[in-house]
């Protein structure tokens, strides 16, 4: 999800992005006012809405670097809106670096 966002900002960098990802066996749905909510058959599965504020030079054959990347998790208690990206009692948030192509987790 980190590296696709970074390409897709190079095409368009002006354009603020934000990836979605579904954990496997789960499902977020959404409504046509954009409220989304998630569902999961077992616990700690998660929607992650990924959100880089700032992206260095992608240059082809170097890896990838990124800094404090906003990650947070939608859980089954979380009210997630799509259109707006507000989130409502996330599961948790984390920030990452991503440091020559390997993630860290950002220390608060």
């Known amino acids: ?5 970074a390409r897709a900002h190079t ?11 579904i954990d496997e066996a ?3 749905t959404v409504e046509s006012d954009g ?3 998630f569902h ?3 616990g700690g599965k998660y929607a ?10 992608l240059e082809s054959g170097k890896p990838l670097n ?9 859980g089954p208690a979380t009210t997630f809106n799509v259109h707006t990206l507000a989130v409502q009692a996330p599961a948790f948030e984390r920030s990452y670096d991503v440091v020559a ?3 860290k987790l950002r220390e608060p």
């Open 66 to 74: 990124l800094a404090a990347v906003r990650v947070t998790a939608i």
């Open 40 to 42: 999961a058959r077992t």
């Open 26 to 28: 789960s499902a977020l």
């Open 101 to 103: 192509g390997e993630l």
């Open 35 to 37: 409220t989304a909510s």
């Open 11 to 21: 095409l368009d960098p002006q354009r603020t992005l934000a990836g979605l990802g």
């Open 48 to 57: 992650w809405l990924v959100q880089p504020r700032a992206y260095g030079a």
């Open 1 to 5: 999800m980190f590296t696709f966002l």
